[in-house]
């Protein structure tokens, strides 16, 4: 169904309440994953940016595989809204910094002309924790991943890895002008995770057919780290609906966002950038504690919250932290497990910041989705949990409600025979939910199942695969779940959390 199909079309030229804040004179950066959140972050920070300094630092933007978005920017001058959202009411804006988009899936080789292209002096990406084709049990490049084997064998690349080195290497064949590749998702040392994997791809390719592309590496590319963040739930009808009447105008694809945001980048950008600073960035060499502050006290909560929730069937991350047993577990994760494990950057107060994070979960104007926040959670919790547990079991502690997030995740994604997770749990996408299924399936209790998971798959690392007492905890959680009630699970794992005396034990004794 049409929405507000009596409204024309958003356009520069259609009437609207709210106009475009720039128009970019040309593109100088690309963009790979063209999404809801860097349409609601970015480009947001980007518009501010050409507001302050002007300069030809337009967006090209590249979709995955959807035409969706791509579709509905070319009908609408590339022109979309962001609706911030909170209980005081919506208040829109139009970036406006787009200049052109398209679907890598169905344009290959458009990719590898724009990173070759001179204009383009900077290629950010979001493509999620799942877009790098990296091996978790190897730790480096998926050589096994079918795309990045096709990839080497060359012909138009198809991964994103594949794509940026492919890229790459025609820019030094040509004039090889400076560029950047500034990752904007959630990984550690993004930066150097992404320039880590583009070599190896280079250094697979036979013979000496990467030497120049190398060469051009060391010499003109640079790859910076950053931190991104701003809770951008899903796109609904109803948010179309409101939008247009808002706007005056149709808007096809708004995006909803909270009015928190914060991005924190390193400042090495080797063909100049533009004045993000504008919109509120940070620019800092603690990117990477920014990183671990964002990673695991906002994630690595909100994952516990998500899962929580949608075991006790509510549908919103605002409805979950309303339930006292929710709040009280994610406040003890948050202060007595991960804060132990974070360096806070300097001048971020932490106390602050904390009570900022509940005030952005509560927001219930926003409604973001417990289904939609622990999507993934095979790839997010590697992100998110292992370190912190590991440095509270080398303390001698045990970390029950960074266990009990496993535990949670487990239940949603991987349900024992009998248990019913409800139905925000099976609407949770995972490109592990077969693999966990099938262990589900075959296994007598929580405790197999945890240590099928942890320790046979590897699902959350090498490390973490050998704590057994850990493991044992996790998987008497998961019993509990099933049997007594996520409410009991909540009940002992913050009673124990908060005691010290059962430290590395659990009733069970260790493994």
Known sequence: MTINADLRMLSRTTPATTA??????????????????????????????????????GI???????????????????????????????????????????????????????I????????????????????????????????????LAGGAPRSTIGQLARGLQ??????????????CDNLAANGKHTEKLVREFLQALPGGEASDALAFLDRAVTFPSSMVDRIV???????????????????????????????AIEDRFAGGRPAWEAGGAVFTDEVGRYEQMKVRLL???????AYLGALRGVATIPEAIGLGGIEDAARSVMRREYEPSVEVPTGVDIREYEGQLFARWGNSALGHRTSQVGSDGSVKLRQRIP???????????????????????????????????????????????????AFSATVRDGGELALRVIT?????????????????????????????????????AVSASSGTSSALTTKGGRR
């Open 456 to 492: 046979d798959l590897q699902l959350f690392g090498t490390a973490l695969a050998h704590q057994d007492a850990f493991i044992a905890r996790v998987g008497e959680l998961v019993d509990m779940i099933r049997t007594r009630g996520v409410d009991a699970a909540i009940t002992d």
């Open 116 to 151: 070759a292209d001179p204009a383009i002096r900077i290629v950010t990406l979001t493509v999620t924790e799942n877009g790098y084709s990296y091996s978790a049990s190897t730790e480096h490049l998926d050589l096994d991943d079918p795309l990045v084997r096709a990839d």
């Open 60 to 114: 090209v933007g590249v979709a995955s595989r959807s035409r969706t978005v791509v579709d509905a920017l070319r009908a609408q001058d590339f022109l979309y809204s962001v609706a911030t959202i909170s209980p005081a009411g919506t208040t829109l804006a139009i970036p406006g910094v787009h200049s052109d988009a398209f679907v890598a899936a169905d344009q290959p080789e458009r990719v590898v002309a724009h």
């Open 20 to 57: 475009p804040l720039v128009n970019p004179a040309g593109a100088g950066i690309l963009h790979l994953g063209l999404g809801s959140f860097h349409r609601a972050h970015q480009a947001m920070y980007t518009a501010a940016a050409l507001q302050k300094e002007g300069g030809s630092w």
């Open 299 to 305: 994630n690595g909560t909100h994952s516990l919250i």
């Open 233 to 263: 739930p899903a796109t609904t009808p109803q948010l179309r609906n409101e939008v247009g009447t808002l706007l005056g105008a149709r808007d096809e694809i708004p995006v909803p966002g909270e009015p928190f945001s914060m991005w």
């Open 170 to 183: 025609a820019r030094a064949a040509g004039a090889g002008e400076p560029l950047s590749v500034l990752s």
């Open 387 to 437: 370190e912190p547990a590991l440095q509270a079991l080398g303390r001698g502690e045990m970390p029950h409600l960074i266990a009990l997030t496993v535990a949670g995740y487990l239940s949603c994604l991987a349900p024992l025979p009998g248990f019913d997770p409800g139905i925000e749990a099976a609407a949770m996408t995972d490109s592990a939910r077969e693999r966990l299924a």
